[in-house]
């Protein structure tokens, strides 16, 4: 199958790099270029891509809103979202992740973990590993200094059983579906099982989805693990 990407970043030099970058590989393909969230959102709408390749900062509608409007479009339950953010401990991250962003990477990621990155997020896989993004996702989400847990957040595990909540704090944690599966005792599959079966209890679109509920819930805390 052949992973379909659509460009968005106000800098054309930027976005013919990553399109030079892309399209050298013969599973991806360019479907669009945006300078805009507006445009991006037009695009993803009329294409339909797997992924798309998100600036937060740019002039009018942001990667932000974009996002938002992306993923909250039923049309396009297909469609990821992966940010790109100049630093990594951009302060707009948590509120890309919680717009329904699949993930994020660093403008200086090499070109092989950019591809990487792409093919992780077409296959509906979160781009959080735990070295990168736990303390950000921590500091952010749940929010240094923050009241506390969203009770509305917390509420919504009660949907859950004993092992689903176990599997999602393994999730939030960045381990995939091997890693859990050693951890626990049980088979990748079973934890496939879990993950598709929390993803449809907690309405999460994804598995960025399920780590952000983990952390407004309280399921997971800053500073744990």
């Known amino acids: 199958m052949t992973v379909r990407v659509v460009l968005a970043d106000d800098q054309a030099l930027l976005r013919g790099a990553f399109r030079v970058l892309v399209e050298s590989e013969a ?5 669009g270029e945006a300078c805009d969230g507006a445009e991006a959102v037009e695009l993803a709408r009329r294409h339909r891509p ?27 339950s297909a469609t990821h979202v992966l ?19 699949a993930g994020f990477l660093g403008k200086g990621a090499e070109p092989a973990e950019l591809l990487g990155a792409i093919r992780t997020v077409a296959a509906g896989d979160a ?26 957040a917390a509420a919504r595990l009660a949907a859950l059983t004993a092992r689903e909540r176990e599997v999602v704090t ?28 929390a993803l449809a209890k907690l309405g999460a679109r994804d598995r960025a989805g399920l780590v952000v509920i983990a952390y407004e819930s309280g399921l997971v805390r800053p500073g744990q693990g």
């Open 127 to 152: 781009l959080l590993s735990p070295a990168a993004t736990k303390s950000l996702i921590a500091q952010f989400v749940s929010g240094a200094g923050a009241p506390g847990p969203s009770p509305a």
């Open 27 to 31: 599973d991806m393909a360019v479907v």
């Open 50 to 76: 797997e992924v798309v390749l998100m600036d937060i900062r740019m002039p009018g509608t942001d990667g932000l809103a974009a996002t938002r409007a992306i993923t909250a479009d039923p049309e396009l």
């Open 170 to 197: 393994e999730v939030a944690a960045g381990l995939s579906n091997e890693e859990i599966a050693e951890r626990l005792g049980v088979s990748p599959l079973t934890v496939k099982t879990h993950v598709n079966r």
């Open 83 to 101: 940010v790109l953010t100049t630093f990594e401990a951009d302060e707009y991250v948590a509120e890309a992740l919680r717009a329904g962003a």
